[in-house]
C-alpha cells in the first residue's frame, strides 16, 4: 500500500490530454513539494517535473505540474505514443522524515 | 557528465545480509549540494524508497526497513554503499541508486541503470 495514491491507469488517444493526479496528506504533499517520474518498459525512472511545476532541461513542455492543498497534478498535452509508460509522483513525507512514492499510474496512449 | 553505476551479487540467500555499491562518476560523492540515494522496485511493482544519504550529514532512512540498514560513503573510491541485513524473499528487486537535486533531500534526478537483486536459496 503506497503512501500517495495514484490511478492504476490513465488513456487516451495520440494529441489528447491526459491528468494524472497523485493524492497525499498534509505531511507530504500538503507541506513539501511533488515530483514526477515517467518510467518506460525496462528503463530506469526518469524525473520530468521537480517542485510542483517545473521541469528539467530537455523535458517537453507538453510535460506541466501542479500542486493543490494535498494533491498534485500532471498533465501531458499533445499525448504521442512514445509517451506510453508508468508514471509515479513523490514527495519528502516531514512525519515520517522518509521519502514516499505513489503506486504508479499507467499510460496508455490509444 | 554524471554517471551513476549499481554494483551488487545479483543472487543472496535468504538471512543474508545484501551489500551494494553505487561509483560515481562526473561529480565528488563529497559535493555538499547535493544527497545521494537508494530505491528499488520489486518485479511488476511500484518504487520503494530506501535511503537518502548526505556525505558529512544526515542520512534518513525508510522508516520499515531501517533497523536492517546500513550505508556508508567512501570518497577515496568516489562510491557509496548500502547493506541490508537479514534479506528475506520480498527483498527481491531492481535497486537505483541516485543523485537529487541541489539541496533536495527527496528529487532523484540522476539513476542509475538499476542492478536486480533475486533472493533465493
Known amino acids: 500500500q503506497s503512501v500517495l495514491t495514484q490511478p492504476p491507469s490513465v488513456s487516451a488517444a495520440p494529441g489528447q490530454k491526459v491528468t494524472i493526479s497523485c493524492s497525499g496528506v498534509s505531511s507530504n504533499i500538503g507541506s513539501n513539494y511533488a515530483s514526477w517520474y515517467q518510467q518506460l518498459p525496462g528503463t530506469a525512472p526518469k524525473l520530468v517535473i521537480y517542485e510542483d511545476n517545473k521541469r528539467p532541461s530537455g523535458i517537453p513542455d507538453r510535460f506541466s505540474g501542479s500542486r493543490s492543498g494535498t494533491s498534485a497534478t500532471l498533465d501531458i498535452t499533445g499525448l504521442q505514443t512514445g509517451d506510453e509508460a508508468d508514471y509515479y509522483c513523490g514527495a519528502w513525507d516531514s512525519s515520517l522524515s522518509a521519502g514516499v512514492f505513489g503506486g504508479g499510474t499507467k499510460l496508455t496512449v490509444l | 557528465q554524471l554517471q551513476l553505476q549499481e554494483s551488487g551479487p545479483g543472487l543472496v540467500k535468504p538471512s543474508e545480509t545484501l551489500s551494494l555499491t553505487c561509483t560515481v562518476s562526473g561529480d565528488s560523492i563529497s559535493d555538499s549540494n547535493y544527497y545521494w540515494g537508494w530505491i528499488r522496485q520489486p518485479p511488476g511493482k511500484g518504487l520503494e524508497w530506501i535511503a537518502t544519504i548526505f556525505y558529512g550529514g544526515n542520512s534518513y532512512y525508510n522508516p520499515s526497513l531501517k533497523s536492517r540498514i546500513t550505508s556508508s560513503v567512501d570518497t577515496t573510491k568516489n562510491h557509496f554503499s548500502l547493506r541490508l541485513g537479514s534479506i528475506t524473499a520480498a527483498d527481491t528487486a531492481v535497486y537505483y541508486c541516485?543523485?537529487?537535486?541541489?539541496?533536495?533531500?527527496?528529487?532523484?534526478?540522476?539513476w542509475g541503470q538499476g542492478t536486480l537483486v533475486t533472493v533465493s536459496s
Open positions: 541516485t543523485r537529487h537535486l541541489s539541496g533536495s533531500i527527496m528529487t532523484p534526478a540522476y
